[in-house]
């Protein structure tokens, strides 16, 4: 919805309840709450912009909202709450509105620049929220690069008229660029209209239409600086050895005769290869060495398939190339979708088509014909890498009927195929033995079978089998794990004793079972003064308890998710951790990479991480808790649904309980087979972390005894 200012604040004091049913009808949002925001906050941005001076530039109000009005990055996960489009003294011009209708009462500084205290949780400050969104338009905005904008951005606290907790110390630098504007009287009467005039001086329809219309584009200068740093010999995290540089050439090889032979037809390499065999690093060296080849030019970017990936991806390419923009070449794979959502499907269902999950081609024809365009068109994007590819998700598998996805409708098909569909060249990295959530059903074969329909022509698949760089460099012990979780005779040549470092083994791999929690603290604090790094693990058996509180380290003991009670001589100490604490619900670098000032950098023993944080990740040496959700009875594994707390689980566990619920045998076994196929995959990604050793505390009694009968003394 593209207005004029004075266009839009008539409409606001006149005819509200209209304006709020239109954004509801165009953003797909209509939730009570949502009306409420809109309904407190627009009169409140109406009455700032209704000011003498402002009153022929542009507001931009489109696609879904968090808050008030936002307008939606290109091929991104961020929203602009609003963007004032116009023209400056020679070039066209946008400025973007971070809206918070905060209590600034209970808001104080944070830790560092970026962060503060809201309601006693960690949020990014409002000036740093917005900063990211201008950097991202600046390097990924199609209009704003071929047309040479300037962009600038604020942030309005709409429900203050005092924001000075936000602009002194050690907020004063940020705010020089970035500054955030109260509703007190200085600052609509004064300071914004002088920064926006700093910005835009007429309006510019034109440039407010292209600015509507912007694509995801790169500015490739700037993103072969990111990969030069990438591919620089001296970041430590990306380095190719072995396994991972045969299928780095073999790569190469592809995508050589595919522009020397068929320049005009697509390409898809699938690259297998278990825990260990270093799939994420030949994920990232292939993508900074394909940016350098000019003659794949065009957008190059690295695909995640969870959130929990994508904040580590991003946090690893900023760390490498040194500056926060260089987190837009990291896409999500749910930035491939065709642009339509859930109360789109309702929508139309209510206009009489059928839609269905099953039937999603016809989905997308339609939403075609009608008007929806995807975010990433065919072929905009020169050369995909998707690491973690098994967790692509693909609703049309058997047996998938009522399974969920957060943030990709269902009736939009397999994300494999929009990957290919918008990609010339496309690089699937996986193992699908570790696919965890119910809605990680993507395998090598439907991967080529909805390439095929997204017009791909090449084929090439590379096994990375002979390689392993974490467990000791051991596959044998890689190997030895998943036959012990699969109740599989061991053989000899991958028996305990071929890789084993403690006692007899003649391994590089230490692996030891402790008599209780405290002994895992004190293991791996031996290994922290030595310098390495470790975690505590453990799979979804203890409920998520602290999930969404703001401080949860300060909890008393007895209010932590883990509160474990053991004997020690004449003692019973008390062990408790929290789960992987996850600022503002959605960064889960942290755990992963402990950053500076973080609990997990001040103790990495402080927190115990899940299979969804860990995976595709490695440290020195870990801590699990095997625990009552995977035991041994009698000669085979069972899976405890009592103990099984997977939220991502949801149809497999509701399966068993139905099941169960039946009597019918059959059903029975079926479903409880799928759940312990599902708990042991949790513990082979968890006990595949570790590249040194891991210590195993178990908490069955039963359990540990079958561990100590297979690693014998």
Same mark, same amino acid.
């Given at each position: 919805?593209?207005?004029?200012?004075?266009?839009?604040?008539?409409?606001?004091?006149?005819?509200?309840?209209?304006?709020?049913?239109?954004?509801?009808?165009?953003?797909?949002?209509?939730?009570?709450?949502?009306?409420?925001?809109?309904?407190?906050?627009?009169?409140?941005?109406?009455?700032?912009?209704?000011?003498?001076?402002?009153?022929?530039?542009?507001?931009?109000?489109?696609?879904?909202?968090?808050?008030?009005?936002?307008?939606?990055?290109?091929?991104?996960?961020?929203?602009?709450?609003?963007?004032?489009?116009?023209?400056?003294?020679?070039?066209?011009?946008?400025?973007?509105?971070?809206?918070?209708?905060?209590?600034?009462?209970?808001?104080?500084?944070?830790?560092?620049?970026?962060?503060?205290?809201?309601?006693?949780?960690?949020?990014?400050?409002?000036?740093?929220?917005?900063?990211?969104?201008?950097?991202?338009?600046?390097?990924?905005?199609?209009?704003?690069?071929?047309?040479?904008?300037?962009?600038?951005?604020?942030?309005?606290?709409?429900?203050?008229?005092?924001?000075?907790?936000?602009?002194?110390?050690?907020?004063?630098?940020?705010?020089?660029?970035?500054?955030?504007?109260?509703?007190?009287?200085?600052?609509?009467?004064?300071?914004?209209?002088?920064?926006?005039?700093?910005?835009?001086?007429?309006?510019?329809?034109?440039?407010?239409?292209?600015?509507?219309?912007?694509?995801?584009?790169?500015?490739?200068?700037?993103?072969?600086?990111?990969?030069?740093?990438?591919?620089?010999?001296?970041?430590?995290?990306?380095?190719?050895?072995?396994?991972?540089?045969?299928?780095?050439?073999?790569?190469?090889?592809?995508?050589?005769?595919?522009?020397?032979?068929?320049?005009?037809?697509?390409?898809? %390499?699938?690259?297998?290869? +278990?825990?260990?065999? &270093?799939? @994420?690093?030949?994920?990232?060296? #292939?993508? /900074?060495?394909?940016?350098?080849?000019?003659?794949?030019?065009?957008?190059?970017?690295?695909?995640?398939?969870?959130?929990?990936?994508?904040?580590?991806?991003?946090?690893?390419?900023?760390?490498?190339?040194?500056?926060?923009?260089?987190?837009?070449?990291?896409?999500?794979?749910?930035?491939?979708?065709?642009?339509?959502?859930?109360?789109?499907?309702?929508?139309?269902?209510?206009?009489?088509?059928?839609?269905?999950?099953?039937?999603?081609?016809?989905?997308?024809?339609?939403?075609?014909?009608?008007?929806?365009?995807?975010?990433?068109?065919?072929?905009?994007?020169?050369?995909?890498?998707?690491?973690?590819?098994?967790?692509? %998700?693909?609703?049309?598998? +058997?047996?998938?009927? &009522?399974? @969920?996805?957060?943030?990709?409708? #269902?009736? /939009?098909?397999?994300?494999?195929?929009?990957?290919?569909?918008?990609?010339?060249?496309?690089?699937?990295?996986?193992?699908?033995?570790?696919?965890?959530?119910?809605?990680?059903?993507?395998?090598?074969?439907?991967?080529?079978?909805?390439?095929?329909?997204?017009?791909?022509?090449?084929?090439?698949?590379?096994?990375?089998?002979?390689?392993?760089?974490?467990?000791?460099?051991?596959?044998?012990?890689?190997?030895?794990?998943?036959?012990?979780?699969?109740?599989?005779?061991?053989?000899?040549?991958?028996?305990?004793?071929?890789?084993?470092?403690?006692?007899?083994?003649?391994?590089?791999?230490?692996?030891?079972?402790?008599?209780?929690?405290?002994?895992?603290?004190?293991?791996?604090?031996?290994?922290?003064?030595?310098?390495?790094?470790?975690?505590?693990?453990?799979?979804?058996?203890?409920?998520?308890?602290?999930?969404?509180?703001?401080?949860?380290?300060?909890?008393?003991?007895?209010?932590?998710?883990?509160?474990?009670?053991?004997?020690?001589?004449?003692?019973?100490?008390?062990?408790?951790?929290?789960?992987?604490?996850?600022?503002?619900?959605?960064?889960?670098?942290?755990?992963?990479?402990?950053?500076?000032?973080?609990?997990?950098?001040?103790?990495?023993?402080?927190?115990?991480?899940?299979?969804?944080?860990?995976?595709?990740?490695?440290?020195?040496?870990?801590?699990?808790?095997?625990?009552?959700?995977?035991?041994?009875?009698?000669?085979?594994?069972?899976?405890?649904?009592?103990?099984?707390?997977?939220?991502?689980?949801?149809?497999?566990?509701?399966?068993?309980?139905?099941?169960?619920?039946?009597?019918?045998?059959?059903?029975?076994?079926?479903?409880?087979?799928?759940?312990?196929?599902?708990?042991?995959?949790?513990?082979?990604?968890?006990?595949?972390?570790?590249?040194?050793?891991?210590?195993?505390?178990?908490?069955?009694?039963?359990?540990?005894?079958?561990?100590?009968?297979?690693?014998?003394?």
């Amino acid at each position: 919805m593209l207005l004029t200012v004075n266009e839009f604040c008539t409409r606001v004091r006149r005819d509200m309840p209209a304006l709020v049913d239109q954004l509801q009808d165009e953003t797909g949002r209509s939730t009570p709450e949502e009306e409420m925001a809109w309904s407190r906050s627009l009169p409140e941005v109406a009455g700032i912009l209704d000011h003498e001076g402002l009153l022929d530039l542009h507001v931009h109000l489109r696609d879904r909202s968090a808050l008030s009005l936002e307008y939606r990055l290109p091929a991104a996960s961020g929203w602009c709450d609003l963007v004032l489009l116009g023209r400056g003294d020679e070039t066209p011009a946008a400025v973007l509105f971070e809206l918070k209708n905060w209590d600034i009462s209970a808001t104080k500084p944070g830790p560092r620049e970026s962060i503060v205290l809201h309601h006693s949780k960690e949020l990014l400050h409002p000036s740093e929220q917005v900063r990211g969104y201008v950097e991202y338009v600046e390097s990924f905005h199609s209009a704003v690069l071929d047309r040479k904008a300037k962009i600038a951005g604020c942030s309005l606290m709409t429900n203050s008229k005092d924001a000075s907790v936000l602009i002194v110390a050690p907020y004063d630098r940020l705010q020089k660029t970035y500054p955030v504007f109260s509703m007190g009287a200085r600052d609509i009467k004064t300071r914004l209209p002088e920064f926006l005039k700093g910005f835009i001086r007429e309006a510019d329809e034109k440039w407010a239409h292209e600015f509507q219309e912007g694509q995801y584009k790169q500015d490739r200068s700037f993103v072969r600086m990111v990969a030069s740093a990438v591919s620089d010999p001296a970041c430590r995290e990306f380095v190719l050895i072995d396994g991972q540089r045969r299928g780095y050439e073999l790569c190469h090889a592809e995508i050589d005769r595919l522009v020397t032979e068929a320049p005009d037809e697509k390409l898809v %390499i699938i690259i297998e290869g +278990p825990p260990g065999s &270093g799939k @994420s690093v030949l994920a990232a060296k #292939l993508w /900074a060495s394909l940016n350098h080849d000019h003659r794949l030019e065009g957008n190059h970017v690295i695909v995640t398939t969870s959130t929990c990936q994508r904040t580590n991806w991003e946090s690893l390419v900023v760390r490498a190339a040194g500056v926060a923009r260089a987190r837009g070449v990291v896409k999500k794979s749910a930035d491939f979708g065709p642009g339509f959502s859930t109360q789109w499907v309702v929508d139309q269902r209510n206009h009489g088509d059928e839609i269905l999950v099953h039937d999603w081609q016809n989905n997308l024809k339609l939403a075609t014909s009608l008007g929806r365009r995807a975010p990433l068109a065919n072929n905009s994007i020169a050369v995909s890498i998707v690491d973690e590819a098994h967790a692509l %998700i693909d609703p049309t598998a +058997p047996g998938l009927k &009522g399974v @969920s996805a957060s943030g990709w409708t #269902l009736h /939009a098909g397999p994300q494999a195929y929009h990957i290919v569909r918008a990609s010339k060249v496309s690089v699937f990295l996986m193992d699908p033995a570790q696919s965890y959530r119910d809605n990680e059903s993507t395998t090598p074969t439907s991967i080529i079978e909805y390439a095929t329909l997204a017009g791909s022509t090449r084929f090439k698949r590379i096994v990375l089998d002979d390689a392993q760089f974490r467990c000791g460099g051991s596959k044998e012990y890689v190997d030895w794990l998943s036959a012990f979780l699969a109740n599989k005779p061991i053989t000899p040549q991958f028996a305990p004793k071929t890789w084993r470092k403690n006692g007899k083994g003649e391994g590089n791999f230490e692996f030891e079972l402790v008599a209780d929690p405290g002994a895992l603290d004190e293991r791996l604090r031996e290994k922290i003064a030595l310098g390495k790094t470790v975690r505590l693990l453990a799979s979804y058996a203890v409920k998520w308890s602290t999930k969404g509180v703001g401080d949860p380290h300060a909890l008393a003991e007895h209010e932590r998710d883990f509160v474990i009670d053991y004997e020690r001589g004449n003692k019973k100490p008390r062990w408790s951790r929290i789960w992987n604490y996850v600022p503002e619900g959605k960064d889960y670098s942290v755990f992963i990479q402990a950053p500076v000032a973080s609990r997990i950098h001040a103790d990495p023993l402080s927190e115990v991480g899940c299979p969804y944080v860990v995976r595709g990740f490695d440290f020195d040496y870990v801590g699990m808790l095997w625990l009552p959700d995977l035991v041994w009875r009698k000669d085979r594994w069972v899976a405890q649904l009592e103990h099984a707390h997977e939220s991502a689980w949801k149809l497999t566990l509701s399966k068993v309980k139905k099941a169960r619920k039946s009597k019918d045998a059959s059903s029975i076994a079926q479903t409880e087979a799928n759940l312990l196929e599902s708990v042991t995959r949790g513990y082979r990604i968890l006990l595949t972390r570790a590249i040194r050793g891991a210590y195993v505390w178990c908490q069955d009694d039963e359990t540990r005894e079958k561990l100590k009968s297979v690693l014998g003394k």
